[in-house]
Each structure stands twice: as C-alpha cells, then as structure tokens.
C-alpha cells in the first residue's frame, strides 16, 4: 500500500485595496418640533402656578387712580386736538382777504384770525402793560394801546409788541405812541379769559397780569370790539413782535398724555402682580 502524503497548503486572503477610506456618515437626528405656546396655553400654566386673589386696599387704590390717570391723558389729547384746530382755522382764513375792521359792534367768532386794518387814532392814557412777557429768557411787558376806529365810537385794543422791562420794576419804560390819525394790519385773535389768579387783581399802576377784555372794557368805561390786534412786523407804532403759533405747544400736550397713559397702564401691571399668589 503505497501512501501519499498531501500537503495542506495555506489559505491566502485577498489583500484590502490600498487607498482613502471614506468617512463614516454621522446618523441623521430629526429634531423634534418646538412646542407652540399659545396665549391659552400659557394662561392655563399661570393658572396651575399661581391664583389671582385681590386685596382690599390695593383694589380700592387702584379703581380710585386709574381713572383719574386715564382722564388726564384724554384731557392732554384734546388740549392738543383743540390747538391744532385752531391752527386750521388760522391758516384757512389766512387765505381769505384782509377785512375793514368794522365801526358796529362784531362778534368774536366774525373776526376771529382774520386779518384786519383799522384806521383810528391812539388813547395813551387808557394804555396798559401786560406783565410777565418774556422774550429770549428776558421778562418784559406786551404794551396794549386802545385805538379809538375812525368815524366810530367803538375802540380796538391793540398789542404793539413787547418792551424790555428796567432794572427798577417800579419805574415803568417810556412808551412812545404816535399822535394824530394811524392805519395800522394785523391779526384779530380772542384772547383766553381763563387764567388762576390767588387774589384780586391790582391795575391802578397801567400793569396787568392778564387780559381780559370785559374786565377792561368795564374797567376803561368805553365800548370795546371783542378782539385783540396782534400788530404786524411791518405797520408802524409798534415794538417787538413776534408772535406764536396757535397749536404751540402741541406736541407738550401729546407727550403729557402718554405719560398719563403710560402710569395708567403701569398701575395696571402693578395690580395685578402684586394681587397673584403661587399655589401651594
């Protein structure tokens, strides 16, 4: 028997392919989608925090001040609306023509912004100072001046423009007032007859602190038209003009009633807040 031996061989595996390997992808992760608060939402999880429990005093407070704080802003807002309406009215009969002014007795609302002449002669001695005019951060008076109209027994007070005031405040600035017969423009306003005064006032020196043209008009004993002409820059027998605009101011008003506004709201927040209690 003739045995054969058989030779075991090894196994040769094939070699890896030589080269760059491509990176491993990383695993894709899909982000979950955001939660939506909505206002419900959010008031349903205040609500299993915290309970709304409100006292007394705080309440009383508040229902006392809210709306003194929300009056006061509405009354900013039509200060400021009446201001600009006037302004309107200033500039739409601005475009009309200049009116005579008239020798009968007219009422305020016919005159009212428009412009005027009147022809007539100065009355010094019935002339008074309006106090506490200043101009340019200096204190001053308006010089007022009634002009007895022509061909009529009515008179036109007359504001000729500022004057500096002296160092001496009981010695007054010489005024000097044109004789003889004047024609003189300017714009019919209706002076504001509301103003705070702590006690009577005293006009026996010619120096007043407010206007008003009834009081002067009984005070000076004549008949007196119902308007004040602001003179104009260019007609003579004045002083310093320059005159303000209807709607100044405006812009204060709107300011002042946000701020009202915004305590009124504040005052709110504040309520509430200090009226909320977290749950045990």
């Known amino acids: 028997m003739v045995w054969q031996r058989t030779v075991c061989q090894p196994i040769m595996r094939a070699a890896p392919r030589q080269g760059k390997r491509e990176p491993a992808m990383p695993p894709t992760i899909t982000p979950a989608p955001p939660a939506s608060l909505s206002l419900a939402s ?69 005159l009212r912004f428009h412009r005027v002449i009147a022809r007539g002669v100065f009355e010094p001695e019935r002339q008074i100072l309006l106090d506490n005019q200043v101009d340019q951060g200096t204190a001053g008076y308006h010089v007022l001046t009634p002009l007895h109209l022509a061909h009529s027994d009515l008179r036109l007070l007359v504001d000729r423009g500022w004057v500096p005031a002296g160092t001496d405040r009981q010695q007054l600035p010489a005024i000097p007032t044109p004789s003889g017969e004047v024609s003189l423009e300017g714009l019919a306003v209706v002076p504001s007859p509301r103003y705070f005064a702590l006690a009577p006032e005293q006009t026996g020196s010619g120096i007043w602190q407010n206007l008003d043209l009834e009081r002067y008009r009984k005070q000076m004993g004549m008949a007196l038209q119902p308007v004040l002409l602001q003179l104009d820059p260019q007609s003579p027998a004045g002083f310093r003009r320059d005159w303000p605009r209807p709607d100044l101011g405006r812009e204060r008003h709107l300011a002042y009633a946000w701020q009202w506004f915004g305590l009124a709201a504040t005052l709110a927040i504040i309520w509430i807040v200090t009226n909320l209690e977290r749950r045990p």
């Open 42 to 110: 959010l008031v349903a999880l205040g609500r299993r925090r915290y309970v709304f429990r409100p006292r007394l005093w705080p309440t009383l407070a508040t229902l006392a001040l809210l709306p003194l704080l929300i009056g006061l802003g509405q009354w900013q807002l039509q200060r400021a609306a009446n201001k600009a309406a006037l302004q309107a009215e200033l500039e739409a009969r601005a475009q009309q023509p200049v009116l005579a002014m008239p020798t009968t007795q007219a009422t305020a609302a016919a």
